[in-house]
């Protein structure tokens, strides 16, 4: 009865004694490598349009405002949700004329930090990137000179131009500035992982930090979603894009690596940002885990950093684990009151 007893107390106590010994081997950061994950403080601004607090303001009240649509019903706001991450939760961005666009709706967080701009790298400044949707048929679908005519002919918008710009205009430099000095404002919120890079050892689970360590090492992850914001800015074949949506090779033809190669997007706040990819074809977090896992489709133009992972089903759990640590609180964002009947 005794020898029974203590076997008993053996199968139930060594269970206990296996997970005990895995939490020990959580991995420690070093320095070098912590300090690559550390938020910056300040936000960039560009030598040619720097910040104001009266350009901000200005910018913040046209990206809600549905008058910069042909309809009247759209705005930057509609496909660029605070209250969603920046985006929209949608496979596909849907247009002023209801139509669904090419791809989705990519977030506007920490955007200021990036020198390239759209899923294929079209835009060069965030001052192109934020005016060219107005104009565009499948988006905003409203002229340039319409756009400056209904802005004009409102008083508060005509006061505030002449009040920000010391040329007075309402017109598309001053619009573009305006509205890129707001988009440059938007940053991600501090989440668990900054507060465990910051010295919070509670801040995230030992799941979470077994995960981060896969994701810099046997997940190969680091090596795409680099540092703080964790994105390169660069553009790369993963084995999703097929036939005609070939990305930035759109723009290189000549080039065989950047054939069907999108934007790396951040990863802040992305287990609240499905669905993933720049087409919206991978449904959640662990899909997307799954398909890097896999390595994608092999073909010339398929990142040499993209290839199968083999990580075990535990791995897997612990990276998912970690990239839930990188959703920053839930920011209140007031919208600025609607503009006076015209």
């Known amino acids: 009865m005794m ?23 959580v991995p420690e950061i070093d320095a070098k490598l912590r300090q690559q994950y550390v938020r910056p403080t300040a936000t960039p601004y560009p030598d040619d349009d720097p910040y104001s607090s009266a350009k901000e303001a200005l910018g913040r ?78 988006n905003l679908n409203l002229t340039e000179s319409d756009l400056v005519a209904r802005l004009s002919a409102v008083p508060t918008y005509a006061q505030a131009f002449a009040t920000t710009f010391p040329d007075h205009k309402i017109d598309r430099r001053n619009i573009s ?21 910051m010295g919070d050892e509670n801040a995230i689970s030992p799941a979470a930090k077994h995960g981060f360590a896969i994701f810099n090492g046997k997940g190969n992850c680091a090596q795409c ?36 190669a999108f934007k790396t997007p951040t990863l802040r706040n992305v287990a609240e940002r499905g669905p993933y990819m720049h087409n919206g074809s991978v449904p959640t977090l662990e899909a997307v885990i799954e398909l890097y896992n896999r390595g994608g489709v092999d073909r010339p133009s398929r ?19 970690f990239l839930k640590t990188l959703t920053g609180e839930t920011e209140v964002v007031t919208l600025p009151p609607p503009p006076p009947p015209r």
């Open 61 to 138: 009240t046209l990206f809600f405002d549905p008058l910069l649509s042909g309809s009247g019903t759209h705005s930057c706001a509609t496909c660029h949700n605070p209250r969603l991450s920046f985006t929209d939760h949608l496979p596909l961005a849907i247009g002023d004329a209801g139509r669904a666009m090419a791809v989705r709706s990519p977030t506007l967080l920490d955007v200021a930090f990036i020198d390239r701009y759209g899923w294929t790298g079209k835009f060069s400044t965030l001052e192109k990137v934020s005016f060219a949707p107005i104009m565009a048929a499948g």
């Open 177 to 197: 500035t305006a509205l890129a000095t707001y988009v440059r404002s938007i940053r991600s919120t501090t989440a668990p992982f900054d507060r465990w890079i």
């Open 225 to 260: 979603h680099s540092g703080w914001a964790f994105t390169d800015g660069s553009f790369h074949d993963i084995g999703v894009a097929k036939g005609d949506d070939i990305g930035r090779g759109a723009f290189f033809k000549s080039s065989i690596k950047l054939r069907y």
């Open 303 to 321: 990142s040499e950093l993209i290839h199968p992972l083999g990580l075990t089903p535990e791995e897997k759990a612990d990276l998912l684990a």
């Open 3 to 25: 020898l029974k007893f203590r076997s008993l107390l053996v199968s139930l106590v060594l269970p206990l004694t296996v997970v005990a010994s895995s939490f020990e081997k």
